[in-house]
């Protein structure tokens, strides 16, 4: 496929008719087109799709519905005025050249209520000289038969714009087919099989004649119920292996966030674990200060009389300290056992009326009288005396056991303050880092999702196996009941063949796209590693998603993308893509078996290709993409120019410029 010229009419800035014809030189193959910011780059790329998609992809605050140059809608502006807008592409493909263009009619409402009517899309081709134009309906397919939608977006590719290759869809009808394996697999699908009434297969078993024949009909039956489960367990896995790919790339994703911040999650967990030390240190603290308290409030009094106890000792020293009076017993205690008449021995006390005399128990008692205080003194003396000496012992005690429970205190203080300093540190350290305790969280999630949803492929799987057993058991029943007449038997003839067929086409289909998505990978590799200064590899899944690893400790691992990186990597697969494509390769193992499949080679049109690359990757990109691709169509700003040109001078057969006169007019200057 070569891009010959491209011309927009009204198209946004494009203000009236305007053409841009492109270098079609094998050797000169690069068309590189100047222009700043805001100069209308984008919008050429984006007429390519719209004239070949209908989509067009501005931004929102730009009015992205309305394609109508706004100087010609304020000049044609008046009831019922109309106007129009087209884009026309010419193309070369497989020696065929085609015309195709898109043209969106307005009519003006109102003074400036300008109102998109129905688009019109015709596709034109030339054979032998004559230009024939493609049946209504069918340009879509035509067009897509070129160059499939879902992969335009890397050959029509927005630099600043486009999404990660390895975020994509199942790329792989779309590959397949731009490397010429869609026939087969269009053949394959037409074919089809005994439950898909709509293809061949099917429409042969659906002509079998089993009428009158119950087990038949019931045979049948189980086939139907049993392809129907099947298919919808299908879905299931096909629905489960998106889910894992979804999965997948989370958990590489937050293991990459991990790994790259496993120094910030060990420094929070080591603040989790502080943070429980300094609550319970706190904690303690609390305690001891209430001890201590508790302590000081009970035994202070008595160390603090401590010299009022020296001075009583020292009056004390001579006094009459006869202790022949019973401790702690004072007169009133005496008189309370007189008035009871009984002693506390159980001895009656026998008293005169005057009190002076009495029996002997009594008179003991009046003795003791005289040695109680205040009749002798003696006794309470030698009582202070005995408290002075316990209270002695006790203060003797009272300054280690305060000492010792101070320094309990303060050792709960030295470690808050050093748990707090530690803690202080660890936040400083990581300040503005996130929260790797929720990633972890989530890593355990999505490991969980996983597994689940691999517990549920392989449950599916082991019914499918069930279903097909069911289903191959039911068939056999139902030839057997159905070949009795010719016309079954010839049926069933055509359906053996149709299926043996089909049988050989899974399988040399399978080996074939497993061979090319091989070289595929191969041929991305070789570009990548001479587009990255690096080392890292690529590789390619079925869906034809691509992931970059890197070796880490003798073993391969999943890589961390910056928006450079993943510039290159879209490019070395577009590259590898449009490389192999160009190859026109047959593959096969044997002339008696092989399978031809032609392909076409692609061009790259490109805006701000070089958006997010540093001065080295622009030149080793300059250097691989006018190698790879038949053709290269650049959109550039002149400050990225500098570092392309002296690697891509000698390939350029075509300089064009952009002028802007306003921001709703821009011409080309070739």
């Known amino acids: 496929m070569l891009i010959k010229c491209i011309t927009l009419h009204n198209f946004r800035q494009f203000k009236g008719k305007q053409k841009l014809v492109f270098s079609n030189d094998p050797k000169k193959n690069v068309t590189v087109l100047l222009g700043d910011n805001t100069f209308g780059k984008t919008t050429i790329l984006q007429a390519f799709n719209w004239c070949l998609y209908g989509i067009a992809d501005f931004p929102k605050d730009s009015n992205p519905d309305f394609l109508l140059n706004l100087e010609v809608s304020n000049e044609l502006a008046g009831v019922q005025q109309k106007s129009e807008v087209y884009v026309e592409v010419i193309l070369e493909h497989k020696g065929m050249e085609y015309i195709i263009l898109r043209k969106q009619p307005y009519v003006d409402r109102g003074y400036g209520n300008w109102t998109a009517l129905q688009y019109q899309l015709t596709v034109s081709y030339k054979e032998n000289g004559i230009t024939k134009q493609v049946r209504e309906g069918e340009e879509q397919r035509i067009i897509n038969s070129i160059l499939p ?96 790919i979804s999965l997948n790339a989370q958990k590489e994703k937050i293991a990459e966030i991990l790994r790259d911040n496993q120094n910030t999650a060990e420094l929070q967990r080591k603040k989790q674990v502080l943070e429980g030390r300094l609550e319970s240190e706190r904690k303690e603290l609390e305690a001891c200060n209430r001890l201590f308290l508790d302590f000081f409030s009970n035994s202070a009094i008595t160390y603090f009389m401590l010299p009022l106890m020296d001075q009583a000792e020292t009056c004390l020293v001579d006094a009459n300290v006869d202790d022949r009076g019973i401790r702690d017993m004072t007169e009133s205690s005496i008189r309370d056992i007189i008035k009871r008449r009984r002693c506390i021995c159980g001895a009656e006390l026998e008293v005169s ?36 000496t316990v ?103 055509y359906i053996a063949y149709a299926e043996q067929i089909c049988n050989w086409i899974d399988e040399t289909y399978a080996e074939k796209e497993q061979e090319m998505r091989g070289r595929l990978q191969e041929r991305v590799n070789d570009t990548f590693g001479k587009m990255y200064h690096g080392q890292r590899r690529v590789q390619i899944d079925k869906q034809y998603h691509v992931t970059l690893f890197a070796q880490l400790n003798g073993k391969e691992v999943v890589t961390g993308e910056s ?22 390769a047959t593959l096969g ?20 290709p070089f958006s997010n690359a540093d001065e080295t990757h622009i030149k080793n990109i300059s250097a691989v993409l006018p190698e790879v691709a038949n053709q290269v169509i650049m959109f550039v700003m002149e400050k990225d120019w500098q570092y392309a040109e002296p690697v891509m001078a000698d390939r350029v057969g075509k300089y064009c410029k952009l002028r802007k006169y306003s921001e709703s007019h821009t011409e080309i200057e070739e």
């Not at 335009?152 to 590719?157: A, L, Q």
């Not at 003194?377 to 202070?384: D, E, H, S, V, Y």
């Open 589 to 608: 193992h044997s002339a008696t078996d092989s399978i031809s499949w032609d392909n076409e080679a692609y061009p790259l049109v490109m805006d701000a």
């Open 353 to 388: 009326e005057d009190g002076k005399t009495g029996n002997s128990a009594y008179l003991h008692i009046l003795e003791e009288l005289r040695y109680v205080p205040p009749a002798h003194i003696g006794t309470a003396i030698q009582n202070f005396k005995q408290l002075l």
């Open 149 to 244: 939608q879902s992969l335009s977006g890397y050959f029509f590719f927005d630099t600043e714009r486009v999404s990660d290759i390895s975020s994509r869809k199942d790329l792989s009808d779309a590959v397949r087919g731009l490397l010429g394996l869609a026939a087969v697999g269009n053949a394959r699908k037409h074919l089809g099989s005994r439950t898909l009434k709509a293809t061949a297969i099917g429409q042969w078993n659906a002509s079998l004649d089993s009428s009158g024949d119950e087990r038949a009909r019931q045979a049948q039956e189980t086939i139907a119920r049993e392809t129907e489960h099947m298919e919808a367990l299908e879905r299931e896995i096909d629905s489960a292996e998106k889910e894992l």
């Open 563 to 584: 928006e450079g990186l993943k510039r290159v990597k879209n490019f070395a697969f577009i590259a590898g893509l449009v490389d192999l494509a160009k190859e026109k």
């Open 391 to 493: 209270d002695r012992r006790n203060v003797s005690l009272f300054y280690p056991t305060i000492e010792q429970k101070y320094k309990e205190i303060q050792k709960h203080r030295d470690s808050i303050a050093s748990l707090e300093d530690e803690i202080a540190r660890i936040d400083e350290s990581i300040f503005g880092k996130e929260n790797m305790g929720s990633y972890e969280a989530d890593m355990n999630r999505i490991k969980e999702n996983i597994k689940r949803m691999t517990e549920k492929k392989a449950r599916c799987d082991r019914d499918i196996g069930a279903c097909q057993s069911a289903i191959e058991s039911a068939q056999k029943l139902y030839d057997s009941l159905v070949s009795a007449s010719e016309r079954n038997k010839k049926l069933i003839a």
